[in-house]
């Protein structure tokens, strides 16, 4: 079935759409060495900044973190699948990932009072925004949101896995980016952009979409993808101060046949053996708009 | 408290913001008369095509059907003013306002099987874009995918009110629009965008923001404020075959002073007088990126 802009569930693994990103992604060549640790503010430099000679040749993967945020309801859909894989190739490389599966969770999207344990700085007049930032500060804020909290602080790579919702992520993963991105946690005042509180880490959005490729390019019917990646890319991970890697999208896959499904399952794997290589895509209104 | 591109809970009510949006909004002079009935397809004919002659002079608002999808969690925010005075003008025009109060009616945003009532249409392996469409035909939806169904196929005009959280909507509106606009009821194929099935109806983004007018510029550091419209206006209304009007945003309320905003109430009352006479912005990449 086609499900156009929409929704996504692949029955089997990738495809033209991940071929077509070849291009997008600005890699180093292996033999350059991987960016320095992430704990310094140099890990990841902008574009044309790497050097090969500041990093050690026998760099390797082990002791690297990596929290997949997956958000489909079917094990064995095409998201499962590339949730699968992340997390084979990613432990052989001796990493530790762990995987937040929300719908599988029940992960609470919605932003209320019950975010916040404890009394409210003004219980008269409820202020999202402002009750979890003190509730960030205080260590009140509920249970779930501080457990995810742990888990991207710890990471050195987010790895967002999510079939496409009306051109954005499915309301749970929304959720999740709404409740646990606190004031003080994820960014302040100052403290965003590139100054976010979340720098040092890397983020990369994999999807899969209902429409082609070419329904998905500045003259299709859908508009160029770096469209519809602004809010998620620039808006929210940027914000957060993450280098954000170039997106993994498998266009179409239930249009696809078995046999490209499986190579973009196949292509993802593929790209995850060298993905600590990788350079940032700038998030700057060029790239996304062709200004 | 000055919360950014994130939250908005205003104390009060209008500003800067709404404002500077005059020069988006292409109305007809008010002597122009509104424009024809929803019920055919030249209701909302693109710009520059509406003739005054086209339209009864004396046609009026009596019988006009709103339904306005409210997702903030504190009734006195700016958010819930800007609601309330939509209430009372539109009511006072003589139409019938309905008003989903999303954190009140604690709507679900989880996209699940819970939706589909009865029996899968394939159990072993969930789908939700299929078992969804399938469900709307056999009329075995949950009843609250129902009820909102019922709503937005009985409004003329639909208007979103949120503050606007990582440049788009709330977790528990975009669970509104990925479980009510389902394939069958909202779109299919063919059936999309120009050819949507909600085609006729009016719909309206009325959104608070964190950042100020500037910040949301071409030059400014959260980029023109159109960009993070695009998903919206253009992924999910324009999809749904919608005409989409003008947004109303109101910028930095959290920054504003009570005078402020008691003008950004005041000027989201004193625009739905002629609201109807509005014609629908271009959802095109020009508009949106000025290409």
Same mark, same amino acid.
């Given at each position: 079935?086609?499900?156009?802009?929409?929704?996504?569930?692949?029955?089997?693994?990738?495809?033209?759409?991940?071929? +077509?990103?070849?291009?997008?992604?600005?890699?180093?060549?292996?033999?350059?060495?991987?960016?320095?640790?992430?704990?310094?503010?140099?890990?990841?430099?902008?574009?044309?900044?790497?050097?090969?000679?500041?990093?050690?040749?026998?760099?390797?993967?082990?002791?690297?973190?990596?929290?997949?945020?997956?958000?489909?309801?079917?094990?064995?859909?095409?998201?499962?699948?590339?949730?699968?894989?992340?997390?084979?190739?990613?432990?052989?490389?001796?990493?530790?990932?762990?995987?937040?599966?929300?719908?599988?969770?029940?992960?609470?999207?919605?932003?209320?009072?019950?975010?916040?344990?404890?009394?409210? +700085?003004?219980?008269?007049?409820?202020?999202?925004?402002?009750?979890?930032?003190?509730?960030?500060?205080?260590?009140?804020?509920?249970?779930?949101?501080?457990?995810?909290?742990?888990?991207?602080?710890?990471?050195?790579?987010?790895?967002?896995?999510?079939?496409?919702?009306?051109?954005?992520?499915?309301?749970?993963?929304?959720?999740?980016?709404?409740?646990?991105?606190?004031?003080?946690?994820?960014?302040?005042?100052?403290?965003?952009?590139?100054?976010?509180?979340?720098?040092?880490?890397?983020?990369?959005?994999?999807?899969?979409?209902?429409?082609?490729?070419?329904?998905?390019?500045?003259?299709?019917?859908?508009?160029?993808?770096?469209?519809?990646?602004?809010?998620?890319?620039?808006?929210?991970?940027?914000?957060?101060?993450?280098?954000?890697?170039?997106?993994?999208?498998?266009?179409?896959?239930?249009?696809?046949?078995?046999?490209?499904?499986?190579?973009?399952?196949?292509?993802?794997?593929?790209?995850?053996?060298?993905?600590?290589?990788?350079?940032?895509?700038?998030?700057?209104?060029?790239?996304?708009?062709?200004?």
């Amino acid at each position: 079935m086609y499900v156009g802009a929409l929704f996504t569930e692949g029955d089997g693994s990738p495809c033209c759409g991940a071929r +077509s990103l070849a291009s997008l992604r600005v890699t180093v060549p292996e033999s350059s060495g991987p960016p320095a640790p992430r704990t310094n503010k140099t890990a990841h430099p902008p574009l044309g900044r790497i050097q090969r000679e500041e990093y050690p040749s026998s760099w390797d993967m082990a002791g690297k973190k990596v929290l997949i945020v997956y958000a489909h309801q079917e094990p064995r859909s095409l998201n499962g699948s590339l949730k699968d894989v992340a997390v084979a190739e990613l432990s052989q490389q001796g990493c530790t990932v762990t995987v937040s599966d929300l719908y599988a969770m029940n992960f609470e999207p919605r932003a209320t009072g019950k975010d916040i344990t404890g009394t409210l +700085s003004n219980p008269g007049f409820f202020n999202y925004g402002v009750e979890t930032h003190k509730a960030y500060e205080k260590r009140s804020l509920s249970s779930d949101i501080i457990e995810e909290q742990k888990k991207l602080q710890e990471a050195d790579l987010v790895i967002f896995q999510f079939p496409l919702y009306w051109f954005s992520v499915p309301a749970v993963l929304k959720g999740w980016m709404d409740r646990v991105l606190c004031q003080g946690f994820a960014f302040d005042f100052p403290g965003s952009y590139d100054d976010g509180f979340l720098k040092g880490k890397l983020a990369i959005l994999s999807l899969t979409t209902g429409g082609t490729a070419s329904m998905f390019s500045k003259t299709g019917v859908n508009g160029d993808f770096r469209y519809f990646l602004w809010p998620l890319q620039h808006g929210t991970l940027h914000f957060c101060g993450f280098k954000v890697l170039a997106p993994q999208i498998s266009f179409g896959p239930e249009m696809a046949s078995e046999e490209e499904r499986k190579r973009m399952v196949a292509s993802w794997a593929q790209r995850l053996k060298t993905i600590w290589e990788e350079e940032p895509i700038p998030c700057s209104p060029p790239w996304y708009f062709g200004q």
